[in-house]
Structures are given as structure tokens and as C-alpha cells.
């Protein structure tokens, strides 16, 4: 893992605050879950355009829960740092100046996701 795990340490927090209310509601998750699978499940946009698309939302949003689940998406679909940049571009023309500042924070999780994949993947080679 990076040195820096800010992203990783953030979705590490959120699992026990999401197991709790999953337990509470698991038909909302179930559904949640279901629906996520499907939005994002390759089709004309492949997965990879999917989780770009939702981490600029999540810069419009203003959530980090959102920029690091979908940072690491991408990242896992295979999107490099540029691909993660204009996506994150295209969220600032929308949004102006808040977007700058979540979507430097998006950019900042994306490459954490990117650099630990390709930490691990480097590791394994040798």
C-alpha cells in the first residue's frame, strides 16, 4: 500500500458504519447493492466509463465516501491518471469552484487506488 492511504483508510472507516445500518435496513442495501451492480456492469459504457462518470459525480456531490469508492473503481477497471483528470475536468465546467477543490481531493484518491494497484501488481512481477 502507498505511503499515503488516506482513500483506503476512509472506506476502512465507513465499513463498520455501513455494516450497522445494513443490519438495521438490509433491504434497502440488497436493493442498493442490486442496483449498483447494474448501473455499473458493462453494456455500451464499459465499467471503466461507468466509475469515471460516478467519481465526477461524487466531486459534484461533494462526497468523499463517493470519490474514494469510485477512485477505486476506476482505478480497478483499469482508468489511468489522464482518463481520471478529464473526467474530473468535466465535473469542475459543471460545478465551478467547489469542484476544484473535491475534485483535487478526487484526483489526489484516484492516484492513491492507482499507485497501490500498480504497486501490487509490480510487486508480484518480481
Known sequence: ?????????????????????????????????????????????????????ALAIGVVAGCDGCIASHSQGAARAGASKQEAAEAIGVSILMHGGPATIYGARAYDAFCEFADAGANATSGSAH
Open 1 to 53: 500500500m502507498s505511503e499515503h492511504s488516506h482513500y483506503h483508510d476512509l472506506l476502512n472507516d465507513l465499513n463498520p458504519q455501513h455494516r450497522a445500518l445494513r443490519q438495521m435496513i438490509p433491504e434497502v442495501y440488497r436493493g442498493f447493492a442490486e442496483m449498483s451492480s447494474g448501473a455499473l456492469t458493462s453494456g455500451a459504457l464499459d465499467r471503466k466509463v461507468k466509475e469515471l462518470i
